[in-house]
């Protein structure tokens, strides 16, 4: 089903990809928010670039963007896909609890800022290039990925990544030489296990947007994990 979102509120257009029930291409798509918000079993694509909040709530559906993202991308999503071939803004997979985000460009400040996991539910974050200031802010699950691909000399990594950390685990393809971390996590060098952990999500990535896999994974890893699941309890306590 195509849909021309040039002319159309975000409700209206929300309510057209419910109701059908065929795979749907949204073109012209200039900045609707809350787009494909909650929905399952449904497989969109969108070419231009969608509003805020896109698969919020996400229950299962499948989501292309052939551009950029704003804010809050996949923001409480569920279960489900959301692919984006472009950058993406901030706040993206806010309090996250299943399903995949692939970036193929940059992320924006505190991506994956709450990403939790519960059962068998574990969400993934990949970004292609680099992330934001705060990224895996109060981290409680979940894996998050960072490639750093074409970010040249620039950081991985912004300011105060980890911070508040005390679930998940978080990759960043460097030796994080220069990215200071908080106190309450660890950071280390990726082991052969570590990257057998990450090879599929990788490889998806690759597969996604036409990547060499084995040229990505020949780079150095830091694999990042909490010490501590209650990190900020020497503020409360007295000892």
Known sequence: MLLNAKDLNYKVLNEMLRKSTDDCNVTECCGQRYIAAGMSDKTITINGIPGNALGAYLNGATITVNANAQEAVGDTMNAGKIVVHGNIGDAAGYAMRGGKIFVKGNAGYRAGIHMKAYKEKKPVMVIGGTAGSFLGEYQAGG?????????NDKEIVGFFPCTGMHGGKMFLRSDCRNVR????????????????EIKVYVSEYCDLFGHDIHAVLSSPFTVITPDSKNPYKQMYVAN
Not at 143 to 151: E, M, Q, R, S, Y
Not at 184 to 191: G, I, L, M, P, S
């Open 143 to 151: 894996v998050i990925v960072v490639l750093g691909l074409g970010a």
């Open 181 to 196: 971390f908080p106190s309450q996590v660890t950071a280390r060098a990726a082991d052969e296990t570590d990257m057998e």
